[in-house]
């Protein structure tokens, strides 16, 4: 976002106003003029960048106006808003009651869904309904190929090459999107439509072969949906899922889900894992089993409708499409379950784990490599939809490939030096890890210097207890688009970084940690990749004396008592059956008094506990969390939790003796919580 020229320290938003002006400017000269201009002209504020007093100003002159926000950030996931997710790519606070403008939803397919083709009337019939949540007014949604060549890049590209004419069956390239506008326009007007609208269409053109492709159409268009929901790596539009690997797989394995009520990251679910923590959200291996099922239904499809259609073009034309589409729920299946188990070898050193996202690797690798020969001179490779993540999906391939590195040299640090209690990497100052939640700068955007497993040491840290002389050889970290596969260009991606980055400094200079008591082995790690040992003791404290004349040291490696502990225990959770679950929402809640709601399980053997999860229609408001047992669980809320001012949003959490659950409503087949209504 750019700064104002006179003013460095305002920032304009997307208006070009700086923030700190924009409700004078609008309020004194635009809102005036929409007044006066003889007819009525109704204003359209999106929420995320409405400056404070802009609707106040905007109603206090009588502009008749209208507020939109973002239905799934930048992207389209699943058909239903997020519990809970980033509030300024959703609703924010603006559902609270009375409302005196119209609101309405938009659905962002700028960042998701622009070139690939996208036909499920499951998610059609899903979403519309929750279009009215809290008294909104409707939705909006952007169609396919809305931003090709953005920015006014040069050149003119089709959605295939010239040597792939014979694919294209329309006039004007929206026309090859005709489901995608059928089921938005009918279904939305009306979600009782027949299916015969759409079959009826699909056998002009596919004949016999029409129920299959109707099918691939299905599971393939749920694909990327999945992908978001649980890898949304920028809420903004800026990557673009339909061609990006999800990013380094260090980035991958700390990118937030963008449905976080129901999702976990992996980060939480491998915590969940060794602390045995109960919870029911999804884990990878959750998203990995669903992404497979969806590549195998489309995969069968297409291989039905394939022996009926090999001349029709517009067969050709979407096959194609649903077979990138397989590519990438494989990939992204395989890479799921890899970042798991590197992420559960960072917290543990279990080299079993590591071993296997080696092989899960290995083989996304080769999915990805099928994908670019399936790809390669079918798809132009100068395709751009976007600010950023513009090319094919052979640019990805140097990504791609280089997550076998890390997780080799993963698998190279712990045959040399196995399990230790603690481990440095000197180098140059890192900036602390931010929250995930801050998505442009987690942790591997920051810390990509710094060997897995190791914390970052720099000249000035406070573990030093000499002042030096100490002098730093850096080395620079990849940057964002690097990290999240987005540049053009890979540049230098992170490799060897214990070893490339290192300080020297001269005589016995003492560094100090608190440890537990007892004896270690100190491994002084060089930059030649030679380690050179010594012994140590701690009485609470241990102190490390650093050798006599010049040295350079590119980490510590502190073995102690806690790297002979056996490893955690490794469990796989049993699969449940999902008991019945029987619910009555009430009509509506009276304000400022108690709400009552009971929750029916059965069977409820294995069930452990029921969890009731609330808040208001409020995205700047925290859940509030209700515990109580099966096989009728009853929950008070209390009267001060039910305000005249917002309607109030619940769900059930069931929780099982494996440490996993079920929610209810179930995400997979409904909108996975209620909306109460409350009076004003």
Not at 75 to 83: F, K, L, T, V
Not at 174 to 192: A, M, V
Request: aromatic letters at 12%.
């Amino acid at each position: 976002m750019p700064r104002h020229p006179q003013r460095p320290n305002a920032y304009e938003t997307e208006s070009g106003i700086p923030s700190d002006q924009q409700v004078e400017f609008y309020r004194d000269y635009v809102f005036p003029a929409i007044r006066a201009c003889g007819r009525e002209v109704r204003l359209d504020l999106r929420a995320w960048a409405v400056a404070g007093g802009m609707i106040a100003a905007a109603q206090e002159l009588g502009v008749p106006l209208r507020v939109s926000t973002k239905y799934w950030a930048e992207d389209i996931g699943r058909p239903y808003q997020p519990a809970e997710t980033y509030p300024g790519y959703s609703y924010l606070n603006f559902l609270e009651k009375p409302r005196k403008f119209d609101f309405y939803w938009e659905l962002w397919g700028l960042g998701s869904h622009r070139l690939l083709l996208w036909g499920n009337p499951d998610f059609v019939k899903r979403a519309v309904p929750t279009f009215r949540l809290a008294g909104s007014g409707g939705f909006e949604i952007d169609a396919p190929l809305a931003q090709k060549g953005f920015g006014n890049r040069p050149g003119v590209w089709d959605v295939f090459t010239a040597e792939h004419k014979d694919r294209m069956f329309w006039k004007w390239e929206f026309e090859r999107y005709w489901l995608f506008y059928l089921l938005w326009g009918r279904l939305s007007y009306d979600p009782k439509t027949p299916e015969s609208v759409w079959m009826n269409e699909l056998s002009r053109r596919f004949g016999a072969a029409a129920a299959d492709v109707m099918e691939a159409y299905r599971q393939s268009s749920r694909v990327l949906n999945e992908i978001v929901a649980v890898h949304l790596a920028d809420p903004n539009m800026y990557l673009w899922p339909e061609i990006n690997p999800g990013g380094l797989i260090d980035a991958y394995k700390e990118t937030l889900p963008s449905d976080w009520r129901y999702v976990a990251s992996i980060p939480e679910s491998v915590r969940d894992r060794l602390e045995g923590t109960a919870s029911a959200k999804q884990t990878s291996f959750d998203t990995a089993a669903r992404l497979n099922d969806m590549a195998e239904r489309t995969e069968s499809a297409v291989d039905r409708a394939q022996a009926k259609l090999a001349h029709n073009a517009e067969w050709r034309s979407s096959a194609a499409d649903f077979r990138v589409l397989a590519h990438l729920a494989r990939y992204h299946a395989l890479k799921q379950t890899a970042a798991w188990r590197v992420e559960y070898f960072d917290r543990t050193a279990d080299g079993e784990r590591l071993a296997e996202a080696a092989h899960d690797i290995d083989a996304a690798i080769q999915v990805w490599e099928d994908l670019v020969t399936l790809t390669d001179g079918l798809y132009p490779e100068e395709m751009a939809f976007g600010p950023d993540d513009i090319g094919h999906w052979k640019d990805k391939l140097p990504y791609v490939r280089h997550d076998k590195v890390l997780i080799d040299e993963r698998l190279d640090i712990l045959d040399k030096f196995g399990r230790f209690d603690f481990a440095f990497d000197f180098g140059a100052h890192v900036p602390p890890a931010q929250d995930l939640a801050r998505y442009r700068s987690i942790p591997y955007s920051l810390r990509n210097t710094v060997e897995p497993r190791f914390e970052a040491i720099d000249e000035k840290s406070t573990n030093w207890v000499d002042e030096g002389p100490r002098e730093v050889v850096a080395v620079k970290p990849a940057l964002y688009l690097q990290v999240r596969a987005a540049a053009r260009e890979p540049g230098q991606l992170p490799a060897g970084v214990l070893y490339r980055d290192f300080i020297s400094g001269k005589g016995p200079q003492k560094f100090r940690l608190k440890a537990p008591d007892g004896d270690y082995e100190v491994l002084f790690v060089h930059p030649d990749k030679t380690v050179d040992k010594r012994q140590a003791h701690s009485d609470g404290t241990l102190s490390i004396t650093f050798p006599e004349g010049e040295w350079s040291i590119s980490g510590l490696v502190i073995k102690g008592a806690r790297s002979r502990e056996p490893l955690p225990k490794w469990t796989v959770p049993k699969s449940m059956t999902r008991p019945a679950m029987s619910h009555e929402p009430p009509p509506r809640a009276a304000p400022d008094e108690e709400l009552t709601l009971r929750l029916g399980v059965t069977p409820s053997a294995h069930v452990t506990a029921v969890r009731l999860h609330y808040r208001p229609v409020n995205q700047l408001a925290k859940f509030k969390t209700l515990e109580a047992k099966a096989p009728l669980a009853v929950f008070h809320i209390p009267a001060e939790d039910v305000s005249p001012k917002w309607d109030l949003m619940y769900y059930f959490e069931v929780l099982n003796d494996q440490k996993t659950g079920w929610f209810q409503p179930d995400p997979a087949v409904a909108t996975p919580y209620y909306v109460l209504k409350v009076e004003e």
